[in-house]
């Protein structure tokens, strides 16, 4: 039989099982779903938080419920119940990958964790994702994004110079977590083909962003000081920064000699090129408060539109600080289609493009256990035997 390899995706025939909620979880189990896995979400019958962080609402749900977990079918279940953990081992036992994001203990406590699961299903890939990991004297306390952007010492390095730390615009703990966890299940995948073993992961969304320090943790190490807080500058790059024009904000990175001496051209600073305090970039370092208020004066004269139309004919990276509002309207964005229209519903689509099994949307973010029923007939449960359990409350 002819088989049309571009419908296809690339993790088709993969089951995850997911306990997930709030964001960190979500990012990841959206990933595989995304790229064709068969996502098996498995809520409370209060549903998972993220359905209560409203409003705004989309179709009567929380928009941000609604940005993580389309490509999903939900059951609703009572896992505290004896019977539901008869149904999760069933689950455990036809599937590829499990991922939770409760506080360690929980999992344990109500007997889906990864030593119970696996005598079910010895090939099972496990991933826990948590505040702190499952090891160590803190793993027991309760952590979200702003937590451990502020323990990691991210938070200390984001904001304005002499303003307060602040987070993140959105919640990158929680996104980088969930593409660790992505990366590291597909990774075990691979092992498995290889050796036929599953296994465990254990992942902290702490060391992930001290992991993020990068850059910033070997300027440390080289120096001794801790860096501070700059706002848009970089730490080692002049100018690579946001200025104010005359009308709006333009973002502009020269990042190397060439660039500098096309950026000086392009703004008729010439002068600036050669002048023994900017003529290289560990000059222009050093005489960066001097350099930026020279700058500032040149580009504030001028409107963005026109910068950008300048500095794009020499070839100078830079961009309009865009708004949402500006980045929906796109021409490179909306090219790339990033944003699709599915059932009416206008969602960000996968960044993942192969030319044989890219990401794509398949269905809506799911109502609360709208698939309770079709994944229990699957497991091969009989309609009397699912009626049994939702008139026992257990399942919703």
């Known amino acids: ?23 960190a979880g ?75 994001n409760f ?23 496990y991933c826990s994702i948590s505040g702190f990991g499952q090891t160590g004297p803190d793993k027991d306390k309760p952590a979200y994004d702003l937590i451990a952007l502020a323990r990691s010492g991210l938070m200390s390095i984001t904001g304005e110079k002499n303003g307060e730390p602040v987070k993140f615009g959105v919640p990158i703990t929680d996104i980088t977590s ?7 299940i597909l990774s075990a995948i691979y092992y498995r083909e290889k050796t036929g073993r599953g296994q465990y992961i254990d992942l902290s969304m702490l060391d992930i962003n001290a992991f993020l320090l990068v850059n910033q943790f070997m300027n440390y190490i080289a120096t001794g000081n801790n860096p501070g807080r700059e706002g848009s500058k970089h730490p080692s790059i002049v100018p690579y920064q946001v200025f104010k024009a005359s009308d709006d904000y333009i973002a502009i990175a020269v990042g190397t000699e060439k660039l500098w001496s096309l950026f000086c051209t392009a703004i008729h600073r010439e002068d600036l090129i050669n002048n023994e305090k900017f003529r290289d970039n560990g000059n222009r370092l050093k005489n960066r408060d001097e350099l930026i208020d020279i700058l500032n004066n040149q580009l504030s004269k001028t409107g963005v539109q026109d910068l950008i139309d300048i500095l794009n004919n020499y070839g100078v990276p830079c961009s309009r600080v865009n708004k949402i509002s500006d980045v929906i309207n796109d021409g490179q964005i909306n090219f790339r289609d990033m944003f699709k229209n599915f059932d009416g519903l206008t969602l960000l ?10 990401g794509n949307i398949r269905k809506l973010p799911p109502k609360l256990g709208e698939d309770t029923h ?15 359990f939702r008139e026992k409350n257990i399942v919703k």
């Open 349 to 358: 689509n996968s960044p993942i493009r192969m030319s044989e099994t890219p």
């Open 374 to 388: 079709s994944i229990l007939k699957n497991l091969g449960y009989s309609d009397i035997e699912i009626k049994n």
């Open 178 to 184: 969930g593409l660790f966890a992505s990366i590291s």
């Open 1 to 23: 039989m002819f088989i049309n390899l571009h419908t296809m995706s690339s993790l088709s025939g993969i089951k995850v099982i997911d306990f997930t909620q709030a964001m």
């Open 26 to 100: 979500p990012v990841a189990t959206m990933i595989f779903g995304d790229l064709g896995a068969e996502v098996i979400k498995i809520e409370p019958f209060t549903g998972e938080q993220s359905r209560k962080w409203a409003p705004p609402f989309i179709n009567n749900e929380s928009a941000y419920f609604s940005a993580l977990n389309r490509n999903k079918n939900d059951i609703c279940i009572d896992l505290k119940s004896p019977e539901s953990i008869e149904i999760i081992k069933k689950l455990a036992g036809s599937a590829d990958i499990i991922i939770e």
């Open 103 to 125: 506080r360690p203990g929980i999992a344990k406590k109500l007997n889906i964790d990864y030593e119970t699961l696996k005598k079910y299903n010895d090939k099972i890939i």
